[in-house]
């Protein structure tokens, strides 16, 4: 690694280090002659406090309070769908996936979404974090073109053969009970409404709820739209 590619938090946690050790070198010297010198003791001695406090302080700033939470990790930037225990952030972890499948994943060509893939847990996990990997790759600091590459050559063709391969010719219809499994612009994301209703059944009981037969006759169609357009 050279050292225009050394991590910048790298770079200021050595500084900040150094700097606290040249201070622990000062404070060390002013312990030796509070040592053999009586008279200063009362006044040094609080200088040498203070001296502590800041040093301390300086070295917290760089390297983190062990004492508090790390805040993206209470926030949960990392989470698991197949995990998902928390019904409202469920739904809204939900109703950001549909909009960027909508107007981001089905934009490429081989990115189709059979009807009932919100059916399947495993599917909606590996949408989920290639979601976030692309948010990561194009937001904040560390966005970086070579996350974007990675990305588009490694990332996204691996979820939609995985997807793919997990769903098979699959229909919403064998979500049933008794069932096998109890175009141009912006994509259209099938029975993206029972995405409410399936973050709450699944964060309530770790299951998929049962299709209505208004969503098995929403799938159909898309269904058979969707063989049309693939002739």
Known sequence: MTGDE??????????????????????????????????????????????????????????????????????GAVRSWLLADNPEQARGDLADLVEWLGSAYLRYPGAALPSCWLWHPAVVEELWWLRNAHRAAYEGEGASWRDVADWHDRQRPGVVKRVSGAVGDCELARHAAGGAWDGSGRGVVPLAGAADRIAQTWTATNTSPTPTDEQITEAETHDRAQHRNSR
């Open 6 to 75: 050394t991590d910048p938090q790298i770079l200021a946690l050595a500084r900040g280090v150094e700097r606290v050790t040249r201070r622990v070198g000062n404070v060390e010297q002013l312990v030796r002659q509070l040592a053999t010198d009586t008279t200063r003791r009362g006044t040094d001695l609080e200088l040498l406090v203070q001296q502590l406090a800041a040093d301390v302080t300086a070295l917290t700033r760089v390297v983190g309070d062990p004492d508090e939470p790390d805040p993206d990790a209470a926030a």
